[in-house]
């Protein structure tokens, strides 16, 4: 089944518990995490984490798109996050900090920039909860979906398939209403939306009908039956 993860980058920042309730009913609560260093944007940190975990009870799916997570991750989890996600392209030692991660009680995830390859990290897929293919470059909202990721998420599905694994494939980057049943027909089944969410009237009905979207896609997509 989908889960629809709202991606707060694209609320008001002065309203974030509200804007935290206003999407009840998602999966989880994606929060993006930028240090103008790994890429060109800064967003929130650790404190701000820490105040989002006390003011909803909607799980955090935290995004670090910073340099040097294998310091920075467990701290995460420390403030409050179910699910942190490192870049490939900055951990030093990703299958350690992918056991320190779990270790500390969270679901650890990895995400692939759109030109970082899957393949070289097959060997490394047991050692995680989540994949995440960026769908657009990281840094900021509001970007145009990257149709040339598909091929990348359907490889992706093949490896977590053929290897008999419970991973999630999350996909990150342009998903709407338009482009979110081309994901799930490619292999994703966990979504972040940030303006597709946070810019309808009806932030929780725009949750609801994504993920009757994804969910009518996945029943019927060959990956899907014998999942």
């Known amino acids: 089944m989908a889960q629809i993860n709202p991606s707060i980058l694209s609320a008001d920042f002065a309203r974030l518990a509200d804007e935290a309730q206003a999407v009840e009913g998602a999966d989880w609560l994606h929060v993006d995490v930028m240090d103008n260093h790994f890429v060109p944007n800064l967003t929130l940190g650790i404190p701000v984490v820490e105040s989002l975990s006390r003011a909803t009870d ?4 935290c995004h670090l798109m910073i340099e040097n997570p294998d310091r920075w991750a467990p701290q995460y989890v420390e403030a409050g996050a179910g699910s942190v996600t490192f870049h490939a392209e900055a951990a030093a030692a990703p299958v350690r900090l992918a056991r320190e991660i779990r270790a500390k009680g969270a679901r650890a995830s990895m995400a692939l920039k759109p030109a970082t390859p899957v393949e070289p990290y097959e060997d490394l897929l047991p050692e995680l909860d989540m994949l995440l293919v960026m769908t657009v470059e990281p840094g900021f909202g509001g970007q145009a979906f990257l149709d040339i990721m598909l091929p990348k998420i359907r490889r992706t599905r093949e490896l977590i398939n053929k290897h008999g694994l419970e991973l999630w494939l999350q996909v990150d980057g342009g998903v709407s209403e338009a482009t979110i049943e081309r994901c799930a027909e490619a292999g994703a089944d966990v979504f972040v939306a940030g303006s597709a969410v946070y810019g309808a009237e009806d932030p929780a009905q725009a949750v609801r009908t994504l993920r009757e979207q ?14």
Do not use: Q, V, Y
Not at 58 to 61: G, I
Not at 214 to 227: E, K
């Open 214 to 227: 994804a969910d009518g896609t996945i029943a019927s997509a060959p990956w899907a039956c014998n999942h």
């Open 58 to 61: 909607t799980p955090l799916d």
